[in-house]
């Protein structure tokens, strides 16, 4: 990632004003007497002292490399969120990165929907682009980190980062049938399975897909797009699924230990989930069965 130095001001230097308080996304870098810059001189970049660019060379697992992009991040009120970042010191607060970055960018002059204040699209986006080691969906388990040790480099985190796959058209048609409550659209774009492996719905299972909740009443945008959209969109469950077989091919070839054992648990779950489930069938068939058996039964005079 190739920074420009001239679109960011310094912590030291930054101008508030309130009447301008709109929403936005910033960037936070950290540059000081070490950091390498670069002068762009005929479309090349060149090393040099008094440069106005920087490289940010993206993520690396052995951390070999200074990262010189620090954070991304989206709010409503940026300035205010700067002011947690900068001033958030004990890791137990988690409010922000700490005093871990020199220069700020705040990119306001973007298009925004007004309904769009959930900070789901462009940050995670940005954030699973340039800093995946920030992002939920690339918190390595010890079994990822394996692979990317093992495949000698055939395999790159960006190859096991879960997937996101939607775009900002996909955010608005959402919204637009949340906006309506349209059932054309769950029945449609959502797959939401409420069957176990009998084929039974538990009694006490809810479709978490609708647009009202347990009390009747209709769910918060930002709520029901994490809850009912992402987990269960078409996209997204096609895509979960290719990178669930991906993530069990790079198992087999390059951690077979955990393979085995992989197969082993779910052998032994198969048939535990068997019998549970055959019971449960014939449980049913017994009351069903009963319950016939009572409306044959003559009426009393």
């Given amino acids: 990632m190739i920074i420009n130095l001239n679109k960011f001001v310094s912590v030291k230097n930054i101008e508030v004003n309130l009447t301008k308080l709109i929403p936005g996304i910033y960037f936070l870098i950290w540059v000081d007497e070490t950091t390498q810059r670069w002068k762009r001189i005929k479309g090349q970049y060149i090393p040099h002292k008094d440069g106005n660019y920087l490289i940010d060379h993206g993520f690396d697992l052995k951390n070999t490399v200074p990262r010189v992009l620090k954070y991304i991040g989206e709010s409503n009120k940026p300035i205010k969120r700067l002011i947690d970042h900068y001033t958030s010191v004990?890791?137990?607060?988690?409010?922000?990165?700490?005093?871990?970055?020199?220069?700020?960018?705040?990119?306001k002059n973007f298009k925004r929907f007004f309904y769009d204040t959930i900070r789901?699209?462009?940050?995670?986006?940005?954030?699973?682009?340039?800093?995946?080691?920030?992002?939920?969906?690339?918190?390595?388990?010890?079994?990822?980190?394996?692979?990317?040790r093992n495949s000698a480099g055939l395999v790159t985190p960006y190859d096991l980062l879960k997937p996101y796959t939607f775009h900002a058209r996909d955010v608005y048609k959402a919204f637009k049938a949340w906006e309506t409550e349209d059932?054309?659209?769950?029945?449609?774009?959502?797959?939401?399975?409420l069957?176990?492996?009998?084929?039974?719905?538990?009694?006490?299972?809810?479709?978490?897909?609708?647009?009202?909740?347990?009390?009747?009443?209709?769910?918060?945008?930002?709520?029901?797009?994490h809850s009912?959209?992402?987990?269960?969109?078409?996209?997204?469950?096609?895509?979960?699924?290719?990178?669930?077989?991906?993530?069990?091919?790079?198992?087999?070839?390059?951690?077979?230990?955990?393979?085995?054992?992989?197969?082993?648990?779910?052998?032994?779950?198969?048939?535990?989930?068997y019998r549970r489930d055959t019971a449960y069938i014939k449980?049913?068939?017994?009351?069903?069965?009963?319950?016939?058996?009572?409306?044959?039964q003559p009426e009393l005079i």
């Fill in 120 to 148: 789901l699209h462009h940050e995670s986006l940005l954030v699973r682009k340039y800093l995946p080691e920030l992002n939920s969906a690339s918190n390595f388990t010890e079994n990822e980190l394996i692979i990317l």
């Fill in 228 to 273: 009912a959209v992402v987990p269960n969109h078409i996209k997204q469950k096609k895509a979960m699924s290719d990178w669930g077989s991906r993530i069990r091919k790079y198992t087999k070839l390059f951690n077979p230990e955990r393979y085995i054992k992989i197969i082993k648990r779910d052998r032994i779950a198969s048939q535990k989930t």
């Fill in 195 to 225: 069957k176990n492996r009998a084929g039974l719905v538990h009694p006490n299972r809810r479709n978490t897909t609708l647009y009202k909740n347990k009390k009747g009443l209709k769910s918060k945008f930002g709520y029901w797009f």
């Fill in 90 to 107: 004990d890791e137990a607060d988690n409010r922000g990165i700490g005093p871990k970055f020199t220069h700020v960018r705040i990119i």
């Fill in 183 to 193: 059932e054309n659209y769950l029945n449609t774009q959502l797959i939401k399975k």
């Fill in 283 to 296: 449980k049913k068939q017994s009351i069903y069965y009963q319950l016939r058996k009572i409306k044959k």
